[in-house]
Nanobody, 115 residues
Framework: QVQLVESGGGLVQAGGSLTVSCVAS????????MGWYRQAPGKQRELVAA???????NYAASVTGRFTISRDNAKNTALLQMNSLKPEDTAVYYC?????????WGQGTQVTVSS
């Protein structure tokens, strides 16, 4: 089993930056992909970014060029650096980690971007 704890959300002005973190514990040696989904009020959940065990990354088109996901396998941690934030980035960001066949979820962290 894997437990995920995420932090780093908050309130930021448009154009600013935030970094959210996700720390995994438990059976972390078996974790492959980590990443974040986000969900804004009245909108569907969307994949923001993901990073594989070999550090290959992919991003939602809406955040490409602004967000960077990374991981430190030794520390069982993933980071999502969010730059040039826009009000439409406002959402609850949920970290996930895959341990086949299960996906584990963090508790979520609120990111609010003001205009």
């Amino acid at each position: 089993q894997v437990q995920l704890v995420e932090s780093g959300g908050g309130l930021v002005q448009a154009g600013g930056s935030l970094t959210v973190s996700c720390v995994a514990s438990g059976r972390t040696n078996s974790v492959s992909t980590m990443g974040w989904y986000r969900q804004a009020p009245g909108k569907q959940r969307e994949l923001v970014a993901a990073i594989t065990g070999s550090s290959s990354t992919n991003y939602a088109a809406s955040v490409t060029g602004r967000f960077t996901i990374s991981r430190d396998n030794a520390k069982n941690t993933a980071l999502l650096q969010m730059n040039s934030l826009k009000p439409e980035d406002t959402a609850v960001y949920y970290c996930f980690a895959r341990l086949l066949p299960t996906t584990y979820w963090g508790q979520g962290t609120q990111v609010t971007v003001s205009s």
